[in-house]
């Protein structure tokens, strides 16, 4: 059964940090490029930011570029974001995505709210 967890998420005031985790379970995690969506009531899910099965590349949307860090460990079977001067443009639920040719998995999300 393929599971993806996610963790981390929390109410933090502006300038703050926050680290997402979420772990994979019932498919090969190490085949599979990771990714971080985000959304917002009233708004499509967008693309945060990705890494390739390897770690050998990463990219970001521009609006996080410089703040977040996007990482996996695929001994656990686990990618983070790692989230630095968060602002609260910020706030939104954040979903962790698995793919794989045609297979694509989600995880449930995690809130993260910033306000002061």
């Known amino acids: 059964q393929v599971q993806l967890v996610e963790s981390g998420g929390g109410l933090v005031q502006p300038g703050g940090s926050l680290r997402l985790s979420c772990a994979a379970s019932?498919?090969?995690?190490?085949?599979?490029?990771m990714s971080w969506y985000r959304q917002t009531p009233g708004k499509e899910r967008e693309l945060v930011a990705a890494?390739?099965?390897?770690?050998?590349?990463?990219n970001y949307a521009d609006s996080v570029k410089g703040r977040f860090t996007i990482s996996r460990d695929n001994d656990k079977n686990t990618v983070y974001l790692q989230m630095n001067n968060l602002k609260p443009e910020d706030t939104a639920v954040y979903y962790c995505?698995?793919?794989?040719?045609?297979?694509?998995?989600w995880g449930q999300g995690t809130q993260v709210f910033v306000s002061s």
């Open positions: 995505n698995a793919h794989f040719a045609f297979y694509n998995y």
């Open positions: 019932g498919f090969t995690f190490s085949s599979y490029a």
């Open positions: 890494i390739t099965r390897a770690e050998v590349s990463s």
